[in-house]
């Protein structure tokens, strides 16, 4: 992740070096709105532990790697320092969700009554489900030309968690977005936006609460989102 943030912040160093043309950074002031598509990819590693079994604890990892398409809405200020440079200030909210499932039973007992009909509600079953991204950052911007502009984002995401099973609620994600951005504005005010980042969350983890799960039983869970997006707008 430290490579990452060291090429963004190299890009945008690259470009303020190389950039001589004289712009307008008004084309780019103000507020504005924007609705956006992404490709998201997580990256869940889960791990479980089992209460002692003839004194041995039980340990099982879990590894899901999902990319789904999720929407967007985004608002936000931009702030111009000069001819040449912006700060831009704003929030974001995206819907879609990922889910990390734990089964201590077997697997194939559990399918099995669930195929007869089963409601399966004392099962050992656990899930872990994040979705509901929001951020909130601060973009640096520099103006390319009257129309065109690149940024590097730093933000802070959160992320809603919901568990499922006999265990206690886990707390929702916190972490920090890194991003690298262009936007392109049209006389018209209408704007279109294309950005590449990932962002780096904080670990989860649950506890059985001891009725059809132990409460020696552990759970947790690392998430990792890389993401591209694209979207239009309108600056105010």
Known sequence: MNKLKIMLCAVFSLMLVNTTVHADSSNFAGPYVAIS??????????????????????????????????????????????????IDIGASLYTGESKLDFDSENTQVAAAAEEAGGDNLTAKKVSMTINNLTTGWIAPTLVLSDTSSIYIKVGLSEAKVVTSGDVTPAADLSGTTWALGTRTVLESGIF?????????????????????????????????????????????
Do not use: C, H, W
């Open 37 to 86: 598509g992404s490709g998201y990819g997580m990256q869940l590693d889960g791990k479980s532990e089992t209460s002692p079994t003839g004194g041995t604890f039980e340990v099982d990892e879990v590894s899901l790697g999902q990319v789904a398409p999720v929407s967007g809405i985004e608002a936000g200020y931009a702030i111009p320092l000069g001819s040449m440079f912006l």
């Open 192 to 236: 279109v936006k294309t950005e590449a980042g990932f962002t780096d969350y904080n670990g989860i983890s649950a506890q059985g609460m001891g009725n059809s799960v132990s409460a020696s039983n552990t759970y947790s869970a690392e998430p990792t989102i890389a993401y591209g997006s694209v979207g239009i707008g309108f600056r105010f």
